[in-house]
């Protein structure tokens, strides 16, 4: 079944952001978004997904350009967030198939999940919305993936 | 500084499944969302953020009635995903604001974590866009939080 896929989209300039163990209660995203926008960080995506034992890990991305003042004011936190690490990387590139009225893209993620397996790619985040999927991955795949994906999704001909 | 936000939605047709302590290696991602497309199963968010020594967390939505049958999909799964824990929840209700053009949307996920963390309301999962920060939180909260919410971004009067 033919997938309808609008278009696929990438990004270099993303910084990723991680911060790890953090407590999973109330304020917490607070304490680090509070910080940040009064640092005038322009954040793109954040991702958190529920944690264990309650705490959780929450990794968003900045503009290459905001990654040392974002990492610097975070720091700054430490003890208000009480995070355990923080990780930072610019080696990333957003990866988005943006798909046409997807309610179910079940079908477009497996796609997209299935070709970058199959190049050995690993997913380091996901980020859903309703016509869009994002990823996160290792920048030195970024002609690989976007071939790939163009391939698979028929887009090759246009 | 008035935030431009187009409006608030919300959603209680969730079901929340997590899927905790699967490897983060290439492949892993494709054997979870493999089954559930041959499943049929609708998947709404899809959230992933970084892992930590080897391992991640991945935390899905689907519509209720798909709830069952994800899971009995996952369960089967187990050996083939590698999962350590699988937690399932219907208790939850999705609330997305919806911007107008986000790029720097750091100061409207601010405003929408504070306001939550001022009433106690722990958020569960995030999951942004370009023009959508969505958070999953307990239903009971659905209208404390959009009453909140409303208010906090001026949206009362109209
Ligand atoms: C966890 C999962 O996303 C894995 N990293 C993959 O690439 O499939
Ligand atoms: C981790 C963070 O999202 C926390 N649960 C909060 O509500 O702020």
Excluded: W
Aim: include cysteine; charge should be negative; glycine fraction near 8%.
């Amino acid at each position: 079944e033919k997938q309808v896929v609008a278009g696929i989209a990438y990004s270099r300039d993303e910084a990723k952001i991680s911060v790890r163990g953090i407590p999973d209660r109330p304020g917490i995203a607070a304490a680090i978004f509070g910080p940040l926008t009064a640092a005038h960080v322009n954040i793109d995506m954040i991702v958190q997904s529920t944690g264990t034992d309650g705490l959780t890990n929450m990794t968003f991305t900045v503009g290459c350009v905001d990654q040392a003042r974002a990492v610097a004011v975070l720091e700054e936190q430490q003890d208000h967030i009480q995070y355990a690490e923080l990780h930072t990387s610019r080696d990333v590139v957003k990866i988005s198939v943006v798909g046409v009225g997807m309610r179910s893209h079940t079908g477009i993620a497996n796609t997209m999940f299935r070709t970058l397996a199959e190049r050995g790619i690993n997913i380091q985040v996901i980020s859903t919305s309703e016509i869009k999927i994002s990823v996160l991955i290792d920048a030195e795949y970024t002609e690989l993936a976007m071939r790939a994906l163009h391939t698979a999704y028929g887009l090759d001909a246009r």
